[in-house]
């Protein structure tokens, strides 16, 4: 970044240094324009010229000065109006584990064409048609757990004559969340974990054989009884919610000896083991309990729960 | 990160820019050696199939001894270094070089940057009408290419690229127009440059009829004139360039009389103004009606005491020139200084004992000096004097070889062998050269003068005045040899009463046409220098103004424009419908109330502004339920429906404020 960026990127964030939710809009205030070196070498040819014109008298020379630099000053106008009024907001981003990279989509929009806009750190160029949304994949990589706050992102361009860059730093607001990154202690959680109320019993022995039915497409395979397939020849499922195993309560207060994000980490790979497995698990944080239950939806809340708990104890 | 667009591999960019380049080039075809467009059109082949097949870039070492190959032929070829010619060489060598080497975005830029400078590069050679066009149109194709080179998919859909680069041009002109017009000039050049690559063209400072035969040849322009008071009283007039007033014996030099000699200008008479855009001579002289009154101011000339205007301090008009001149036809001059007369009747101690002795015992026959004038004159209308622009050159003894025994010649011949006579019996006399005649154009209202008009006539010291004699038209009309062609027969036809008629038919009217545009393009735009500014500045009232009043104006002008024409391209800010931007200050003023409003309806508005600015609750109440007939029933509703409530709202939104 050149001087005039970063001078430019340390106003726009005064003015607003907190990401904006919804859609961004490019206004006058917050373009900046300056030469690009091709536009200083640009100025030096005409002044040459100039000289030229002077020194033969050659009128022709002047008017050709006169021609590129007015040139030049309308391009201004035009580098300008390329970049003014665009629209763009970052669309839903997938949550993913830290370390991971964060896939951010870009939605940008405008009602006239936008030519040859770079957008941040992506290596080719973008031209946008009118009225039409176009999405641009950003890839970052999120480091800490919690919600992902982007940086400021530069949208610039040289268009159309390669004499003048126009930039503009906007800072969309993105609801992404990083989950801890998951790490394996070794160990599973104990059975004093478990809830008392709950019958672990029944779940040790592989199901109650009172809940078999008939296999129907469809059911899942964590659901099929292995053992009668393999006494009978035929696939049947357990039924309703009995569960494979012993439910798992997690608990960041039976954790207290590993540190806080090791803890969390931890917490994580259990997650996601407990639903490999089928079991059934809940989560218990400080204020912040979710009841056992099962598939995606649970596992993303608790995730969500673990990547947004308070830094502090 | 590499945030570059590489131009070079972008398609379409690299051939185009290759083809303009060679439609540059092409003005300079006539000014420099063909070698060099070899050169250029070699690199630019092999860049192109380093593109298309693959080839390799050359190595560093190879461009190295390219690049002392092509100096060292340069100088070769011109001899020197120093000169536009060589420099618009150079300049165009360095660009195919640069061919081969380039690979980045910036090797793109580069080249389109030098394209525009070698554009400028042909103005130095030629000014014409064709070569304004030829930068419009050289400009526009240029910054087409830039503007491919900027895009993602180069000059695949080149027609947006040519759109876009049009556009600019178009609304840049105006802009450049008031640029140049208002534009200070300089009264001359920052410095001095002897060009050594142009030649000299017209009169010379010595005259031989050979010089003067070979001008008969061209019909390159010498200069154009015209007046306000009606161009076309300007034909058939004598021009006087430059006075030959020494002879050697074979030769008529520029005379080289001491400057401190006065003019005398008497009995001046009506006075006749006309203006004068001369070509570019690499010589000195400066044109002028018989009897110039002054010298132009704003040119570093002077008025000579023979009558004609001279650049000083050894300038050349290097480029075209326009001034103002006014003469009185009528006027005489009438002083003749003793070192004036001592030069007009200075002639070689030997040579010509011949013509010397016929002229004294012509001259004792006469009883006055004005009568021997006379009789010269039946002399060579009586005797078999041809007219003839094709003559061997006499070895020596030029005068009595052409007097007595050739009698065939043109009016260098004639106008020398008449001083001759004059001088060697006493009476001063002197060569005047210049130009006779000329073209009028009625199309343009102007006179076009060419070299082919090239004239040499005699003045003569009679009766205490400078008088005009030309010996050439007394020749006898039926002794002008026939085998002249049209031009030389244009020519004699020029001289005296040979005056001969152009016949116009479509072709010849065209070319007047042509001309004349091409006048008015010299007139206006290349002859606008300080001279012009200052009467278009008079014009506008803005008369007398120095630099420093002059340049605020400029630019505040020029800055006046430009936003403008800011504004007219920038788009506004987008339009709001007025009940919209009702809603939204109503929200406004809603906000100290309720901490976030979120509404599924803007009619919840209404009942909410009802319900916290109670003063109106009534009008708010009614404010909702029109609303809402207009929003839900539109077909009941009469027409006028919309406008009562956008104003109803207004009024209800200022009400609160006071």
Same mark, same amino acid.
């Given at each position: 970044?050149n001087?005039?960026?970063?001078?430019?990127?340390?106003?726009?964030?005064?003015?607003?240094?907190?990401?904006?939710?919804?859609?961004?809009?490019?206004?006058?205030?917050?373009?900046?324009?300056?030469?690009?070196?091709a536009?200083?070498? !640009?100025?030096?040819?005409?002044?040459?010229?100039?000289?030229?014109?002077?020194?033969?008298?050659?009128?022709?020379?002047?008017?050709?000065?006169?021609?590129?630099?007015?040139? !030049?000053?309308?391009?201004? !106008?035009?580098?300008?109006?390329?970049?003014?009024?665009?629209?763009?907001?970052?669309?839903?981003?997938?949550p993913?584990?830290?370390?991971?990279?964060?896939?951010?989509?870009?939605?940008?929009?405008?009602?006239?064409?936008?030519?040859?806009?770079?957008?941040?750190?992506?290596t080719?160029?973008?031209?946008?048609?009118?009225?039409?949304?176009?999405?641009?994949?950003?890839?970052?990589?999120?480091?800490?757990?919690?919600?992902?706050?982007?940086?400021?992102?530069?949208?610039?361009?040289v268009?159309?004559l390669?004499?003048?860059?126009?930039?503009?730093?906007?800072?969309?607001?993105?609801?992404?969340l990083?989950?801890?990154?998951?790490?394996?202690?070794?160990?599973?959680?104990?059975?004093?974990?478990?809830?008392?109320?709950?019958?672990?019993?029944?779940?040790?022995?592989?199901?109650?054989?009172?809940?078999?039915?008939?296999?129907?497409l469809?059911?899942?395979?964590?659901?099929?009884?292995?053992p009668?397939?393999?006494?009978?020849?035929?696939?049947?499922t357990?039924?309703?919610?009995?569960?494979?195993?012993?439910?798992?309560?997690?608990?960041?207060?039976n954790?207290?000896?590993?540190?806080?994000?090791?803890?969390?980490?931890?917490?994580?790979f259990?997650?996601?083991?407990?639903?490999?497995?089928?079991?059934?698990?809940?989560?218990?944080l400080?204020?912040?309990?979710?009841?056992l239950?099962?598939?995606?939806?649970?596992?993303?809340?608790?995730?969500a729960?673990?990547?947004?708990?308070?830094?502090?104890? | 990160?590499?945030?570059?667009?590489?131009?070079?591999?972008?398609?379409?960019?690299?051939?185009?820019?290759?083809?303009?380049?060679?439609?540059?080039?092409?003005?300079?075809?006539?000014?420099?050696?063909?070698?060099?467009?070899?050169?250029?059109?070699?690199?630019?082949?092999?860049?192109?199939?380093?593109?298309?097949?693959?080839?390799?870039?050359?190595?560093?070492?190879?461009?190295?001894?390219?690049?002392?190959?092509?100096?060292?032929?340069?100088?070769?070829?011109?001899?020197?270094?120093?000169?536009?010619?060589?420099?618009?060489?150079?300049?165009?060598?360095?660009?195919?070089?640069k061919?081969?080497e380039?690979?980045?975005?910036?090797?793109?830029?580069?080249?389109?940057?030098?394209?525009?400078?070698?554009?400028?590069?042909?103005?130095?050679?030629s000014?014409?009408?064709?070569?304004?066009?030829?930068?419009?149109?050289?400009?526009?194709?240029?910054?087409?290419?830039?503007?491919?080179a900027?895009?993602?998919?180069?000059?695949?859909?080149a027609?947006?690229?040519?759109?876009?680069?049009?556009?600019?041009?178009?609304?840049?002109?105006?802009?450049?127009?008031?640029?140049?017009?208002l534009?200070?000039?300089?009264?001359?050049?920052?410095?001095?440059?002897?060009?050594?690559?142009?030649?000299?063209?017209?009169?010379?400072?010595?005259?031989?009829?050979?010089?003067?035969?070979?001008?008969?040849e061209s019909?390159?322009?010498?200069?154009?004139?015209?007046?306000?008071?009606?161009?076309q009283?300007?034909?058939?007039?004598?021009?006087?360039?430059?006075?030959?007033?020494?002879?050697?014996?074979?030769?008529?030099?520029?005379?080289?009389?001491?400057?401190?000699?006065?003019?005398v200008?008497?009995?001046?008479?009506?006075?006749?103004?006309?203006?004068?855009?001369?070509?570019?001579?690499?010589?000195?002289?400066?044109?002028?009606?018989?009897?110039?009154?002054?010298?132009?101011?704003?040119?570093?000339?002077?008025?000579?005491?023979?009558?004609t205007?001279?650049?000083?301090?050894?300038?050349?008009?290097?480029?075209?020139?326009?001034?103002?001149?006014?003469?009185?036809?009528?006027?005489?001059?009438?002083q003749?200084?003793?070192?004036?007369?001592?030069?007009?009747?200075?002639?070689?101690?030997?040579?010509?004992?011949?013509?010397?002795?016929?002229?004294?015992?012509?001259?004792?026959?006469?009883?006055?000096?004005?009568?021997?004038?006379?009789?010269?004159?039946?002399?060579i209308?009586?005797?078999?004097?041809?007219?003839?622009?094709?003559?061997?050159?006499?070895?020596?003894?030029?005068?009595?070889g052409?007097?007595?025994?050739?009698?065939?010649?043109?009016?260098?011949?004639?106008?020398?062998?008449?001083?001759?006579?004059?001088?060697?019996?006493?009476?001063?006399?002197?060569?005047?050269?210049?130009?006779?005649?000329?073209?009028?154009?009625?199309?343009?209202?102007?006179?076009?003068?060419?070299?082919?008009?090239?004239?040499?006539?005699?003045?003569?010291?009679?009766?205490?005045?400078?008088?005009?004699?030309?010996?050439?038209?007394?020749?006898?009309?039926?002794?002008?040899?026939?085998?002249?062609?049209?031009?030389?027969?244009?020519?004699?036809?020029?001289?005296?009463?040979?005056?001969?008629?152009?016949?116009?038919?479509?072709?010849?009217?065209?070319?007047?046409?042509?001309?004349?545009?091409?006048?008015?393009?010299?007139?206006?735009?290349?002859?606008?220098?300080?001279?012009?500014?200052?009467?278009?500045?008079e014009?506008?009232?803005?008369?007398?103004?120095?630099?420093?009043?002059?340049?605020p104006?400029?630019?505040?002008?020029?800055?006046?424009c430009?936003?403008?024409?800011?504004?007219?391209?920038?788009?506004?800010?987008?339009?709001?419908?007025?009940?919209?931007r009702?809603?939204?200050?109503?929200?406004?003023?809603?906000?100290?109330?309720?901490?976030?409003?979120?509404?599924?309806?803007?009619?919840?508005?209404?009942?909410?502004?009802?319900?916290?600015?109670?003063?109106?609750?009534?009008?708010?109440?009614?404010?909702?339920?029109?609303y809402?007939?207009?929003?839900?029933?539109p077909?009941?509703?009469?027409?006028?429906?919309?406008?009562?409530?956008?104003?109803?709202?207004?009024?209800?939104?200022?009400?609160?404020?006071?």
């Amino acid at each position: 970044m050149n001087l005039f960026e970063r001078l430019s990127l340390r106003i726009a964030s005064h003015r607003q240094p907190k990401p904006v939710e919804g859609w961004l809009r490019i206004g006058h205030r917050q373009l900046y324009i300056w030469l690009t070196p091709a536009g200083g070498l !640009f100025i030096a040819v005409q002044l040459a010229i100039l000289l030229g014109g002077i020194n033969y008298q050659s009128n022709l020379a002047y008017l050709l000065c006169f021609l590129l630099g007015c040139m !030049f000053l309308l391009s201004l !106008f035009h580098s300008y109006r390329n970049l003014l009024q665009l629209e763009l907001t970052l669309g839903h981003i997938q949550p993913v584990f830290a370390g991971e990279p964060v896939v951010l989509p870009l939605l940008l929009r405008s009602e006239h064409p936008v030519w040859s806009l770079w957008v941040d750190e992506q290596t080719d160029l973008v031209d946008i048609q009118a009225n039409q949304n176009q999405v641009l994949r950003l890839v970052k990589l999120g480091q800490k757990r919690g919600y992902y706050q982007i940086d400021s992102l530069k949208l610039h361009s040289v268009f159309p004559l390669g004499l003048m860059r126009v930039w503009s730093w906007q800072r969309p607001s993105s609801r992404a969340l990083i989950y801890p990154k998951p790490e394996d202690p070794g160990y599973l959680p104990s059975a004093s974990f478990n809830s008392s109320d709950h019958e672990s019993e029944l779940s040790r022995a592989g199901g109650d054989p009172d809940s078999l039915r008939p296999y129907q497409l469809g059911d899942s395979p964590q659901r099929w009884h292995w053992p009668s397939y393999a006494r009978h020849g035929q696939l049947v499922t357990r039924e309703g919610n009995q569960l494979a195993g012993e439910p798992w309560l997690l608990s960041l207060n039976n954790l207290t000896h590993e540190p806080l994000e090791r803890a969390l980490s931890i917490l994580c790979f259990w997650l996601l083991e407990a639903e490999q497995r089928g079991l059934a698990y809940g989560l218990q944080l400080d204020g912040t309990e979710l009841a056992l239950a099962q598939g995606h939806e649970h596992l993303h809340h608790c995730l969500a729960a673990l990547a947004l708990y308070e830094t502090s104890r | 990160m590499n945030q570059t667009n590489n131009a070079l591999t972008q398609p379409g960019v690299l051939l185009s820019l290759l083809l303009i380049q060679a439609g540059i080039l092409i003005p300079h075809w006539p000014e420099l050696p063909s070698w060099i467009f070899g050169v250029f059109l070699a690199c630019g082949g092999y860049r192109y199939s380093v593109l298309r097949l693959g080839w390799p870039l050359p190595a560093s070492w190879l461009k190295l001894l390219l690049l002392v190959a092509v100096i060292g032929l340069l100088f070769a070829s011109f001899g020197r270094f120093a000169g536009l010619d060589v420099a618009a060489g150079f300049l165009v060598l360095m660009l195919s070089l640069k061919l081969l080497e380039a690979r980045a975005q910036r090797d793109a830029m580069l080249m389109v940057l030098l394209c525009y400078f070698l554009i400028a590069t042909s103005f130095l050679f030629s000014q014409s009408l064709w070569m304004g066009i030829y930068l419009l149109l050289s400009v526009w194709a240029t910054t087409t290419v830039l503007i491919g080179a900027q895009r993602s998919h180069g000059l695949q859909r080149a027609w947006l690229s040519w759109r876009l680069s049009g556009l600019l041009l178009l609304q840049a002109l105006p802009l450049m127009a008031l640029l140049f017009v208002l534009f200070p000039r300089l009264p001359s050049p920052l410095w001095q440059m002897q060009d050594p690559s142009r030649a000299k063209t017209g009169l010379s400072d010595s005259m031989s009829p050979e010089d003067v035969a070979e001008l008969s040849e061209s019909s390159e322009i010498a200069f154009r004139v015209d007046s306000a008071q009606g161009s076309q009283q300007l034909a058939n007039r004598y021009w006087r360039a430059l006075v030959y007033g020494r002879f050697d014996g074979r030769r008529w030099q520029a005379s080289q009389l001491p400057t401190e000699l006065p003019y005398v200008l008497a009995s001046k008479g009506p006075a006749l103004q006309y203006r004068i855009t001369q070509e570019a001579s690499q010589q000195p002289w400066l044109l002028a009606l018989d009897w110039p009154n002054a010298a132009p101011q704003h040119l570093n000339a002077r008025l000579s005491s023979e009558g004609t205007i001279q650049l000083q301090n050894n300038e050349q008009v290097n480029n075209r020139i326009l001034y103002e001149l006014e003469s009185y036809p009528a006027g005489q001059l009438t002083q003749l200084s003793a070192a004036e007369r001592a030069a007009y009747l200075h002639l070689p101690k030997r040579g010509n004992p011949r013509s010397r002795e016929w002229a004294q015992q012509l001259r004792q026959q006469q009883p006055s000096d004005a009568a021997y004038v006379q009789a010269l004159l039946e002399f060579i209308r009586q005797q078999p004097f041809y007219y003839n622009l094709k003559i061997a050159p006499i070895e020596s003894e030029v005068i009595d070889g052409f007097w007595f025994e050739r009698r065939r010649g043109f009016c260098a011949h004639y106008a020398g062998a008449f001083t001759f006579m004059l001088r060697s019996v006493g009476i001063p006399a002197r060569v005047v050269g210049g130009y006779l005649g000329g073209e009028y154009n009625e199309i343009g209202n102007y006179l076009i003068v060419r070299q082919s008009q090239a004239h040499a006539w005699v003045e003569v010291w009679l009766e205490q005045h400078w008088q005009r004699i030309d010996p050439t038209s007394f020749i006898d009309p039926s002794r002008v040899e026939h085998q002249l062609s049209e031009q030389q027969q244009q020519r004699a036809a020029g001289e005296g009463q040979l005056a001969g008629h152009l016949k116009l038919d479509w072709l010849s009217k065209s070319q007047l046409w042509f001309d004349s545009v091409n006048y008015r393009w010299h007139r206006w735009i290349l002859g606008y220098d300080l001279e012009q500014q200052r009467k278009l500045l008079e014009q506008l009232g803005l008369a007398n103004l120095s630099w420093n009043q002059l340049v605020p104006i400029l630019v505040l002008g020029f800055v006046g424009c430009l936003a403008a024409l800011g504004w007219w391209l920038l788009p506004k800010r987008r339009q709001v419908a007025p009940l919209v931007r009702c809603f939204q200050q109503l929200e406004q003023r809603l906000k100290p109330h309720i901490n976030s409003i979120t509404l599924e309806q803007p009619a919840q508005l209404l009942l909410l502004a009802a319900q916290y600015l109670p003063n109106q609750q009534q009008a708010w109440l009614e404010l909702h339920q029109d609303y809402l007939a207009l929003r839900y029933r539109p077909q009941t509703t009469p027409p006028q429906l919309q406008r009562q409530v956008l104003q109803q709202f207004r009024h209800l939104l200022k009400q609160r404020r006071q």
